[in-house]
């Protein structure tokens, strides 16, 4: 079953999803945890700063509050980009918006490279903001552009590769965070800014791909960009097929015009898809994953770990990350996407359930399994997925605005979880981690009700399979056929386009 999307994964496809993952959903993962290493020597920095400003240093509480303002406000900028997807995605295409943002990484890699020559702590805030807003539109797009550039059997795959890179991301963190890499004092303000590195590497190679043939065709009209674009990703083989399911598309939609936030919260032929993205990308960041990640070092200090050792431990569960991630991509393809979402969950929601009765009894070392369990389970499918689906659910007049929706309750809901869960823990003491196993189980439960499987489906075919749910199985097949299609003519095996418009006439 898996030897079809092989031979439909082309060398282009392949490196487009490689770059663009590379030098964008990559840096998410890096900036998530590239704070944690020099924690001390960026306080030490901030005290040492105030004590030349002001000849007194900061308390202990206020100097918390500036490393927590630190490390929150990449959250805030993720908020602040994933509502400007819609407008960047429609004005500028996909490509074209990852190429334009790789000035954020620039400038906010070059505010925290130079904070500690200028003596200012504000240019790390500042910077943190700015590759947030980067990472807040990258983490929308990048999806979307791989997405809608695959073939319809390879786009659960290409879909999961920026999740792999995101666990890549956090991984290569960890590991230049040791001690006898750039785990030292003199070394931080490098340490924070080598996002430029592979943003460079994006920006020198990535003009030269295609954009996206389904807003070529579909948003523009442009048919021999479109053209072009799919002989770049696609094998020799008739595509005359695939920009017919386009058109079907095309024509299905009551407007090619893009619709807004508003438009999408209010269209009631996509009820069903908007509450499936709500809950799925909410449950993602509530499933307790971030406050695991948080926690790591003192569950692992708890279980009797050797503190000096905890850093390589902590790199054992980045690796961990990566190959359940791996594990995840070349399987979807085969499983599909609910058995992931499903069983990825549930795992997690025993995991969170495990931890409990580990602190309650006392038991650490289960605790440390339920942690590798957590971040397991987290990784093969709930990572990834919610992205995938949010741009499957979605027809290409809905897709940007589906996307600024899901963004944005994902960085509200990562902000809100860090701020909640430390108050969390103090009232409910191990009993906190039982509501993250209420959201798993909640969660897994929706999607095995509600969520039909999405593989080897077209966009077309997906919303047909929503519209009993919603009410508009009839108004959607009446409204096929209303808008000029574009018909193929085969030649030199690729197909070329005759324009044929199917005159309607709407008289009295």
């Given amino acids: 079953p898996f030897e079809e999307p092989l031979l439909s994964l082309t060398k282009s496809l392949l490196a487009v999803a490689f770059l663009a993952s590379f030098g964008s959903s990559m840096l998410y993962g890096y900036n998530l945890a590239v704070v944690n290493s020099p924690a001390e020597y960026i306080k030490a920095f901030y005290n040492q700063t105030m004590v030349a400003r002001n000849g007194t240093g900061l308390d202990d509480k206020t100097l918390t509050l500036f490393y927590s303002v630190t490390v929150s406000v990449f959250a805030i900028g993720g908020m602040v980009g994933s509502l400007m997807v819609g407008i960047l995605v429609t004005r500028f295409g996909r490509k074209g918006t990852l190429v334009r943002i790789t000035c954020l ?110 807003y070529l065709l579909i948003e523009k009209r442009n048919v021999h960009a479109t053209i072009t674009a799919l002989k770049w990703y696609r094998s020799k083989v008739n595509i005359q097929a695939e920009i017919e399911e386009m058109q079907e598309e095309q024509r299905s939609m009551s407007s090619v ?12 032929s996509v009820r069903w898809q908007v509450i499936t993205i709500v809950v799925v990308n909410i449950g993602m960041q509530l499933s307790g994953i971030d406050a695991i990640w948080f926690y790591t070092n003192a569950i692992f200090e708890n279980a009797g770990i050797p503190v000096p050792q905890i850093q390589y431990t902590t790199v054992g569960t980045g ?51 339920c942690v590798v369990g957590i971040i397991a389970g987290f990784c093969i499918g709930p990572a990834g997925v919610p992205f995938l689906i949010t741009a499957e659910l ?39 981690y039982l509501v993250f196993f209420g959201v798993c189980t909640a969660v897994a439960a929706y999607v095995f009700f509600i969520v039909p499987e999405t593989k080897n489906k077209t966009f077309v075919e997906i919303s047909q399979m929503f519209a009993a749910r919603n009410g508009m199985l009839e108004e959607e097949s009446s409204e096929l056929g209303v808008f000029n299609s574009l018909k193929l003519a085969k030649m030199n095996g690729y197909g070329a386009v005759d324009l044929e418009y199917d005159v309607i006439e709407n008289k009295k």
């Fill in 105 to 214: 990484v620039f400038i906010g890699g070059a505010f925290m490279g130079f904070s500690r020559s200028f003596g200012s702590p504000e240019m790390i805030i500042v910077g943190r903001f700015i590759t947030g807003v980067h990472s807040g539109i990258s983490l929308s797009v990048v999806p979307m552009y791989l997405g809608e550039i695959a073939p319809k059997n390879l786009r659960g795959f290409l879909g999961l590769v920026p999740s792999i890179f995101i666990c890549v991301g956090v991984f290569i963190a960890q590991i230049l965070g040791l001690h006898e890499l750039l785990g030292k004092e003199e070394h931080w303000p490098l340490f924070l800014s080598l996002v430029v590195i592979p943003t460079m590497f994006q920006l020198m190679l990535l003009p030269w791909f295609p954009e996206s043939p389904r």
């Fill in 257 to 268: 015009q893009t619709v807004s936030v508003i438009g999408l919260l209010k269209d009631r």
């Fill in 319 to 369: 690796a961990i990350e990566v190959i359940a991630g791996c594990v995840g991509c070349f399987t979807i393809e085969r499983l599909g996407r609910r058995p992931l979402m499903i069983g990825g969950f549930t795992f997690m929601g025993i995991c969170c359930a495990g931890i409990t009765l580990s602190l309650m009894f006392q038991s650490h070392y289960i605790s440390v399994a």
């Fill in 394 to 432: 979605f027809k290409q007049s809905h897709r940007p605005a589906a996307y600024t929706v899901a963004g944005c309750l994902n960085w509200l809901s990562n902000f809100t979880i860090g701020f909640v869960f430390p108050f969390l823990q103090m009232s409910a003491g191990a009993y906190c």
